[in-house]
């Protein structure tokens, strides 16, 4: 068969290309040059860490994620320079037992910081977070790292559970909820209303609360009209000093929870009122926090997340936030109430991205500690998944699942795009509601959690069944740390 000149060029440039990609398949040189690639994005990866954990923020309260009025520039740059999750939850709807989740990446339902008596530790608790457990700083610790908690703790406020007991080389903020040690009873007449509209609310005097540094009080009421702008500026002050090593920051803003403060900078500028203010406040400090790494040189070495502990509190009315398109809030085991506005920022280490995989605040442990390469406990069951081949690798979320827990009941969980509640209970009232055929939402479709399913899809009910089956099977509870008062 006569080959013409052009087909004959076209089977050489074949063969020749062919040959080229046998080399590259055998060649040792070309391996080792993929390793040093792997090693180059590994190198690449940031080796500081921040996390910033506002206070009652709901969903729908930053302009990035679809709030009308309150303007957060800050967080909004960082989402477009970031990754933006909006599958991302804490690991309970109210105050202490979603901190626990986040410093020890476990269900609170394991170390029994979560209560069916108290939601949340209070200024008379007896107990705090167990020595037994292991959090994300003292992780951290074992690396080398230098680390520092500044703002709201809330998981004990007595010596042996502050953060200096729990791995945090220094602390400065208020140890528990900004609403607690109130002279005045929220329970006087007229109730939680008539009192979150007196003159008294906007009295710094009315909350008697301690600000610390490390374990001593040094000053009490803490001037919550500026404790926003302090907590920025001993975060700022902690990056400068430590910027020739590697650091770990927990920066857990107390608002905008109830008392609602705004320095006079901020007070009064919000279109959306004082909530906004308080809001735009952080913002503006994550702004400077952010500033303040890049001046340093540090902004490319060090990976910032932000989010919050629980959902909105609803029944403050206006002095409350807004989950959006989200059901319910603070409280609740409806999606208002557990998932969070979330962002992770690492410019040249994070591709900009929106993530609709599923996330949660217990993950962080598992990915920090997988970065700087200490070992998870093998000791205990952990709740985490690394999420570092989502941040840097562009692959999906390890985690499919999520566990909605009301004090140490499992309310609902979801599985991938489903959500079943086995009970539901409304934030602040006593009526539980026990489903024999679970209530069952699409999450992907039905995010306000408005079309019951469950008729439709038995399948997916018996799926879920046997998720909890599966996670009861290896559940043993902890003992009740919140319960104990007085």
Known sequence: MKIEKYQWKNIRATTLFGLALLFMACNPKTEAQVEKTAETVEAQKPKNFVIIFADDLGYGDLSSFGHPTIRTPHLDQMASEGQKWTNFYVGASVCTPSRAALMTGRLPVRNGMTSNVNRVLFPDSHNGLPQTEVTIAEQMKKAGYTTAAIGKWHLGHKEEYLPTSHGFDSYFGIPYSNDMDNVIPFRSPGGYFSFWKSEERKDINTFNVPLMRNTEIIERPADQHTITKRYTEEAIKFINENKEKPFFLYLAHNLPHVPLFASKEFEGNSPRGLY??????????????????????????????????NGPWLLMNQEGGSAGLLRNGKGSTWEGGMREPTIFWAPGSIKPAIITDIGSTMDLFTTFSNMVGVPIPSDRVMDGVDLDPVLFEEKES?????????????????????????????????????????????LNIDPSEKFDIAAEHPEIIQKIRAVVEQHNAKLVKGPDMLKDRG
């Open 398 to 442: 390890a985690r499919k699942d999520m566990f909605y827990y009301r004090g140490d009941r499992l309310f609902a969980v979801r599985v991938g795009e489903y959500k079943a509640h086995f009970i539901t209970q409304e934030p602040y009232e006593q009526e539980v509601t026990q489903h024999e055929t679970p209530l069952l939402y699409n």
């Open 276 to 309: 906004g203010d308080t809001v735009e406040e952080i913002d503006h400090g994550v702004g400077q926090v952010l500033d303040a790494l890049k001046a340093a040189g540090l902004d490319k070495n060090t990976l910032v997340v932000f989010t919050s502990d």
